[in-house]
């Protein structure tokens, strides 16, 4: 079954399914997928019966997203249904849905459950989770990436047309280069995080995953919407820049780039630029050391205070609890202090005028979305390093204010996927989507 959200949609209108028939479908594919630990919780009958009965005897024409089912990163709530983060010690039960699923509601779409991720949103890998390692939709030896990791692979797995993942440090892009989904982490502030656990709280972004780019386009206009309960929400004011038919983009410098030691990767992000290249762009390469330098902030600065801050009962009461990596990681949040937010506010405020001046210039900036991609194995041995690797070209994001969409760009000869990622300013969103269009028509 198609679960592409125009095609669903068409269906819909024409008869040719029905809600029910839908869930179905994605009922026997999770319990066929059980193995690769994608969900935390799946709704029951009785739990779907309101959402689907409330669209019954209505016109799909008056709901964009009438009948489309969709899937909720586990920190984020949905009305009625347990909240964890990824930790059963924290489960709540919350009484309404965050802000931003219950504008998808709205528009008619249907939750299908709740999806593992690394624990209270720390890490870019999908291992760091008591309810299993969520596992490669392509291959499972691999990490399917984190920390929204059943986000992308129920998605890739066609248990949902689209998914909410989170982004603090690259949760809702590094999952979509595994898994060869598109992953849009918008503007911060331009999608609500009320009823959003924090990570970070001052950064966090809720974030949408799909197969394809109209799918990823309906969604966030359904998203984008003010919640003047989140002190963080922003009016999405949409930039009036333009895509061109010659247009110029970034990319690191040659010696700044890193792939680890992953060849093919080098070798497609190279194949992505020309390809750039062959549609009218001119790739100009330019020095990625401000960008690098402030994503090395997100764990060494202040910043990693805010994960400290979010869950402080749990890990000062029951630390025991909480997976010791991510635990080691948060722990040293409750050391920072001031004169450590001031140097590293400074050194941000610096870079962030760098990159004024490189979007002012350039239309965007192209990187490869992680510099490779390891086995769940490899992972376990060494979790800490190798999570830094795959943060390489995601961690600056939000620090510095940005907008950014992960995009496919090709297979290794294992069938392993590559991607890639546009970068603009905030606010950018249609010139990403612009790009990624021409570049995924191509």
């Given at each position: 079954m198609n679960l592409n959200i125009n095609t669903l949609r068409e269906n819909y209108l024409e008869n040719k399914t029905s809600i029910r028939e839908v869930i179905s479908f994605i009922q026997t594919k999770i319990e066929e997928t059980k193995n690769h630990n994608i969900w935390i919780y799946t709704l029951n009958e009785d739990e779907l019966e309101p959402y689907i009965k409330n669209l019954e005897g209505k016109n799909p024409n008056d709901f964009p997203l009438y009948g489309i089912p969709f899937a909720i990163k586990d920190n984020i709530d949905l009305a009625n249904i347990p909240t964890t983060a990824g930790c059963a010690e924290y489960k709540y039960i919350p009484k309404e849905s965050a802000f931003v699923v219950q504008q998808l509601i709205n528009a008619g779409a249907i939750p299908i459950g709740k999806t593992n991720l690394d624990q209270f949103a720390t890490g870019l890998v999908g291992t760091r989770?008591?309810?299993?390692?969520?596992?490669?939709?392509?291959?499972?030896?691999?990490?399917?990436?984190?920390?929204?990791?059943?986000?992308?692979?129920?998605?890739?797995?066609?248990?949902?047309?689209?998914?909410?993942?989170?982004?603090?440090?690259?949760?809702?892009?590094?999952?979509?280069?595994?898994?060869?989904?598109?992953?849009?982490?918008?503007?911060?502030?331009?999608?609500?995080?009320?009823?959003?656990?924090?990570?970070?709280?001052?950064?966090?972004?809720?974030?949408?995953?799909?197969?394809?780019?109209?799918?990823?386009?309906?969604?966030?206009?359904?998203?984008?919407?003010?919640?003047?309960?989140?002190?963080?929400?922003?009016?999405?004011?949409?930039s009036k820049k333009e895509s061109k038919k010659q247009f110029s983009f970034a990319i690191p410098q040659k010696s700044q780039l890193k792939f680890f030691g992953d060849d093919e990767a080098e070798k497609l992000f190279f194949q992505a630029v020309k390809k750039f290249e062959s549609l009218g762009g001119k790739a100009v390469e330019i020095d990625y050391e401000p960008f690098n330098q402030s994503a090395n902030l997100l764990y060494s600065g202040p910043w990693v205070s805010e994960r400290f801050i979010a869950i402080k009962e749990v890990i000062t009461k029951t630390p025991q609890v909480i997976n010791e990596t991510v635990r080691t990681i948060i722990s040293s949040g409750q050391n920072k202090d001031a004169i450590n937010y001031f140097e590293s506010e400074y050194i941000l405020k610096t870079n962030r005028k760098i990159a004024d001046k490189i979007f002012a210039n350039f239309d965007f900036m192209l990187t490869p979305t992680t510099g490779t991609i390891y086995k769940i194995d490899e992972v376990n041995a060494d979790p800490i390093q190798l999570n830094t690797n795959l943060g390489y070209y995601t961690n600056f994001m939000n620090l510095l204010d940005l907008s950014a969409i992960a995009i496919p760009a090709g297979f290794r000869e294992n069938g392993l996927p590559f991607g890639v990622t546009i970068v603009a300013d905030a606010f950018d969103e249609k010139i990403l989507l612009d790009y990624s269009k021409k570049y995924l028509k191509a």
């Open positions: 989770s008591p309810y299993g390692e969520c596992k490669n939709s392509i291959n499972p030896e691999y990490i399917s990436g984190g920390s929204s990791s059943g986000s992308a692979v129920c998605v890739a797995l066609e248990m949902a047309s689209f998914s909410l993942g989170t982004d603090t440090a690259g949760s809702g892009r590094v999952p979509a280069a595994f898994n060869n989904l598109i992953g849009l982490k918008a503007s911060k502030g331009v999608v609500s995080t009320s009823g959003v656990v924090p990570a970070c709280r001052s950064l966090d972004c809720v974030t949408v995953f799909a197969k394809e780019l109209n799918s990823i386009e309906t969604v966030f206009e359904i998203m984008n919407a003010y919640d003047e309960k989140d002190i963080y929400s922003r009016v999405y004011t949409p």
